[in-house]
């Protein structure tokens, strides 16, 4: 039982201004963290209850599911972080020891988790497996932000699988993705949780997926359809709508175009006609080969790169940037009038992204300065390919379901998957012995996180009402909280607590008295506290033959004691 | 439940040797834990387990008093460490951040919890008030040792109180000593584990107490008798035995001695007399005052010179040294003949350790080489004060049981108690409104901790045997082992296990088949973990119908299934 009349860590009368976080601000009035440092917080007792709560929650998911809790180190020697290739990276703290000596304080544990189960593994029956463990990590932010969505210091719950193949890891993905979502559920998040396709980088073009909570104050933007549809923005696609595409074809023409460099507002103009009626054409150099490839979209819509660049990294090479003036003169065009017209010079691969499909009769350039053409359509064009490579819109309409509209949400990460196929694996020398007694040492793995601090800054932003945090019943840092007015009446409070707490139910006694201890303190700071269940034992109630019980979502009623 | 047949943390044929600590090799070799780097651990599964129950149990009874759990940042701010005066200590770890900013990752927490508290604490109804946290800590250790007693990252529980005085403290102490006596006792150390006073360093001249557990391999030795009196070899006092005090004291009188720079072996060799009839003087130099201090003590006895720097604190200065040659010259002596005879020049305060006076007509020196005394006396020489001075052997007596022998053990520390005062909370500025509304800045800090990682590798120690470490009950990673032997019976050992997990047990199925995998492993396998109560399943035992359980201390029997 909490007595709050010797509980120091009081609530404050005001929220105190945090600029880029209302909940942060909620929970520095609250008493429930206090900031130690720029991206680090103290958990006082209020939050670390809820804490608690969460992680069983994560860890009674995990355990029945067979995956096994163990508590790696925090400090890790420089050798495995150089075995890996990813000592020298800015955002991961170094530790200077004695001497020469450096260490890591993880912020992740590939090079924890791979060597040992590299000890530990060594048949294919010890496969798959899967371990986990909650602990603090760190990353050297350079501006550490959101109050505790993007820390120095937070706590994750980091699990890893390991697989004798990509076949192996597929069944078990489906198991593990029921525990995510069971968790999310247990949490009170399920209505409005879903698994997004991600871009995972460079080593996870498949099996990426987040977990993404929709939130109003959400920094991402998930995009779904009726469907099982649902992506992360910069990897969502849909159908761009049609626009004068009834009207004939007709014959293409130069005409003399904006005097001047141009940008898509000008053309408009000067031509009189809709942006969606202007071709754009940006040409990209693929970095190692050197090579120029042009895409072209419609005048309404913006490259994605990050399409772009999968399709890039796909068919030609990794990296590509955007091409300079001396790369446009070296190849006969001029920026704002680029246009990979067929009876141009202009001879490069052109990836046509789908939504030219929409319009006839565009404007384009003519790849000279103030040079522009008019009714381009598709057959006056050098196209290589046809994709999809534009930023999605919310008037996009889905792929999946006709005639409707993707929509579009803000929403929260509160979980990953990630593939590391065998990037860690292999250098530190992962094998196991085969059904054939050979030797295979191919290890998959696969990663799951769930940032447990950034989660309880999600759900305060979720929880969240003007009043307090309305956490849900088993996550709340206490099951009821009792208001005693007068102090007469206090040992009966108790009692109750204590029969309460026979019950197995955590009990805050509010206990206080005193000038500014009323009843409307009391009520707040259990409003600010979340907590589901109040009582109220008075004069009144107790004439009334009992106390009050206020169950959140009824009607408050008298209970007989 | 754990699935053995699923768990890829096998145990090992044989102990690894690690030189300094057989019960880290069982614990290497049981898969409990795996080093990380020198000073830093992973805890596997099962490790991790143990860690969990025994934080339970800590936490439980922390929580029953009435403390407050929460959870302090690892990474703190290098101004907090400035503002106490310790951001240079070498032991603590400096973490480059961006620029030129540093943090450090915490070696202890005075510097997180003074400036919460300070937040919070505004009336003395505030006080006291007790918090605590369990979590990782890191010392830059030079060399790391002793597998988890002593390491680069360790865990530990915190807690810290605040008092409006120290009589205040008191009444709480005597709790907390209570709530620490409790968790040893649930932890199965209880009927060794005793409060021992300790000194604390500069800062902690009172109410400095030691948790210490007897322990073969302990790295401290605590002295008792039969009363109360549990101490710190460091600090232990105890009464020399009497040697010829009966004799009848002879007339001193100036003697030729060993021609030479002497030792006591060389003076008992040349006099044909004991060692503790030779009179020991060492001259130190305060080193503030620059004063010189002659302590004697009988020859075959040391001086501590932790008693002796208390002794010094209280009456002197803050720090002494020994003296060196340009010293004694000074004072007109000479190394190996001091000696501060009443008729000397050697006109210095001379403390006298009390085991002088268990012996007559000493042998001593004359303040000048090769010129020695003998049938020296109490009465012949300059006496300022006695004083207990000398490292307790283990033929004294005790002072609180008449001829009673004071006993010496072996233990290791499992907690400790420290007096803070205001060293923290002055420099942070605490304060309270006392009962007459006045403003208060003298805050009482008391220290409080467990070394939870040490305090395992301690249990591990305690309660190993040959074959593995006998866990209590509780404690134990799970409560029972069920081994089963042939795959048909499978069916019917889960469905054992699954009604065992019903009643709140925490099961290993043993289900491993194969070669390697008889009923000699599995018996194996159990002891290593310590698991209390093994179950088999065999055809044998189904013929009997039910399954053989033996639970640890008693005869096996047969239960019906």
Redesign the interface.
């Known amino acids: 039982m909490?007595?709050l009349?010797?509980?120091?860590?009081?609530t404050l009368k005001s929220a105190p201004k945090v600029s880029d976080n209302r909940s942060t601000s909620l929970l520095l009035q609250g008493?429930y963290i206090?900031q130690?440092?720029a991206?680090?917080?103290?958990?006082?007792?209020i939050?670390?209850?809820v804490?608690r709560n969460i992680e069983q929650v994560i860890r009674e998911e995990m355990d029945a599911a067979?995956y096994?809790?163990?508590?790696?180190?925090?400090?890790?020697?420089r050798d495995y972080w150089e075995t890996t290739g990813r000592w020298d990276i800015p955002e991961y703290?170094?530790?200077?020891?004695?001497g020469e000596t450096e260490?890591r304080?993880a912020p992740t544990n590939e090079e924890?988790v791979t060597p040992?189960?590299g000890?530990?593994?060594?048949s294919y029956?010890?496969l798959p497996?899967c371990?986990y463990?909650i602990q603090?990590k760190?990353r050297?932010e350079?501006r550490a932000k959101s109050g505790l969505l993007r820390g120095?210091?937070f706590i994750m719950k980091d699990a890893y699988s390991f697989h004798t193949s990509r076949e192996d890891f597929e069944s078990f993905y489906a198991d593990i993705k029921q525990v995510y979502m069971r968790c999310f559920e247990r949490l009170g998040l399920g209505a409005d949780t879903v698994i997004a396709d991600a871009d995972g980088g460079a080593i996870s073009d498949m099996n990426s997926h987040e977990f993404q909570t929709y939130l109003e104050v959400g920094e991402d933007i998930i995009v779904s359809d009726s469907s099982w549809y649902t992506y992360n923005l910069e990897l969502a696609s849909g159908i761009p709508d049609d626009k004068n595409i009834s009207e004939e074809t007709k014959t293409m023409e130069y005409l003399d175009s904006v005097p001047d460099i141009v940008n898509m507002e000008k053309m408009t103009k000067y031509f009189g006609a809709p942006d969606w009626q202007m071709l754009k054409t940006v040409i990209y150099k693929l970095q190692d080969s050197g090579k120029y490839i042009a895409v072209v979209i419609r005048g309404d819509l913006d490259i994605n790169e990050l399409k772009l660049g999968k399709y890039l990294r796909n068919t030609y090479a990794e990296s590509f940037a955007l091409a300079d003036e001396t790369d446009l003169e070296k190849l006969g065009t001029v920026r704002g009038f680029i246009s990979p017209l067929k009876d141009s010079q202009l001879n490069i691969t052109t990836l046509w992204d789908v939504s030219l499909k929409t319009v006839k009769n565009f404007y384009g350039g003519a790849n000279a300065i103030a040079k522009s053409t008019k009714n381009v359509n598709l057959e006056d064009l050098d196209i290589s390919e046809f994709g999809d490579f534009s930023e999605p819109r919310e008037w996009f309409l889905s792929h999946n379901i006709p005639g409707e509209k993707l929509v579009f949400k803000r929403a929260s990460e509160v979980g990953n998957i990630f593939h590391l196929g065998t990037k860690y694996s292999t250098p530190f020398g992962l094998s196991f012995t085969d059904e054939n007694n050979q030797v295979n040492d191919t290890v998959e793995m696969w990663c799951y996180g769930i940032g447990v601090s950034r989660l309880m800054g999600v759900m305060a932003e979720y929880f969240m009402t003007e009043k307090g945090i309305m956490w849900p019943q088993g996550i709340a840092p206490y099951d009821y909280y009792i208001i005693v007015m007068g102090e007469e009446n206090i040992p009966k409070a108790e009692e109750l607590a204590y029969s309460l707490e026979k019950q197995g139910s955590s009990v805050i006694l509010d206990d206080r008295v005193g000038r500014k201890d009323g009843f409307g303190q009391k009520a707040w700071d259990c409003e600010l506290w979340g907590i589901p269940n109040r009582i109220v034992i008075s004069a009144k109630t107790l004439e009334q033959g009992g106390y009050e019980l206020l169950e959140r979502g009824r009607e408050s009623r008298i209970v007989k004691l």
């Open positions: 909490l007595r009349s010797q509980f120091p860590f009081k008493g206090r130690a440092m991206g680090a917080y103290e958990f006082l007792p939050w670390h209850r804490l067979g096994h809790e163990m508590l790696m180190t925090i400090l890790t020697p703290f170094k530790v200077p020891g004695w260490y304080i924890n040992i189960l000890e530990f593994i060594q029956k010890d497996t371990v463990h603090k760190f050297n350079k120095r210091e």
